[in-house]
């Protein structure tokens, strides 16, 4: 059993309140078989177009534009289908090499949002979450999300999982463009979000890399080891726990 007394709880989604399977056997097919007729469906629109913006600022391009003749997309070419299949190649390379790049999980979020919205997909998750979460939220503890998904595909699955809706549980929802999770700087500008004390915040993942930076930023952790998901680096810092009611919290007293 962990103990923690404290203020705020901030979570992992992929191997914690979530299967990684789902995300990987589910999430992420669907996205790679939509995407060539998203990006078709959907060019010129608003999100769509920011979303290549972020693409292009990850590769260091100044702008999407810089970024079409980088990827060789003739300068004079009035074809939308030549920068269509540019970007959407560039998509499935990033997803090859599983790159968590901020443009390529904001265009994902994008093609999640239909497939969720649709009833196609509902968000797994483990069936001691929610009551457990409940739990918490009812103590008056703070629960926020911190995963390198985009904030609108968080929004989005647990906006759309198998026990409902959870948004309701949630204050708030950090992605990596708040920085890596594996640094420690990125937990300390949470920590600045939040106005809590680093100690008054716990952090639960299952990679202890991020585990090790939030430490590293004060704040308290703990290592999410699901049996499905092996954990592979040391995760000798951090008490362990298998399920959300092996994990005892408080609100602390002001």
Request: charged fraction near 20%.
């Amino acid at each position: 059993m962990i103990t923690f007394s404290g203020k705020v709880i901030l979570l992992d989604i992929e191997g914690t309140t979530s299967s990684i399977r789902f995300v990987y056997d589910v999430m992420f097919p669907f996205a790679r078989r939509e995407l060539a007729a998203y990006v078709q469906e959907h060019w010129n629109q608003p999100q769509l177009t920011e979303a290549c913006e972020l693409i292009a600022r990850d590769t260091g391009a100044e702008s999407f534009s810089h970024w079409q003749a980088t990827a060789g997309v003739p300068s004079d070419s009035s074809e939308p289908a030549d920068i269509q299949a540019a970007v959407t190649q560039h998509a499935q390379e990033l997803m090859d090499q599983d790159i968590k790049a901020t443009g390529l999980k904001t265009l994902q979020g994008l093609i999640w949002k239909s497939g969720f919205e649709s009833g196609e997909m509902e968000a797994h998750v483990y069936p001691d979450v929610p009551p457990t979460l409940q739990k918490w939220k009812q103590a008056g503890l703070d629960l926020r999300i911190y995963s390198s998904g985009s904030i609108a595909a968080q929004k989005l699955f647990f906006g759309h999982s198998l026990a409902g809706n959870m948004l309701q549980f949630f204050s708030e929802h950090y992605d990596t463009t708040i920085g890596s999770k594996k640094e420690a700087d990125s937990y300390q500008r949470i920590t600045s979000d939040i106005q809590a004390a680093p100690d008054e915040i716990l952090f639960l993942s299952d990679v202890p890399a991020e585990l090790d930076a939030a430490a590293s930023a004060g704040l308290h952790t703990a290592l999410c080891q699901r049996p499905e998901n092996p954990i592979h680096e040391d995760p000798s810092q951090h008490a362990a726990f298998s399920t959300f009611d092996q994990v005892q919290a408080t609100l602390t007293s002001s």
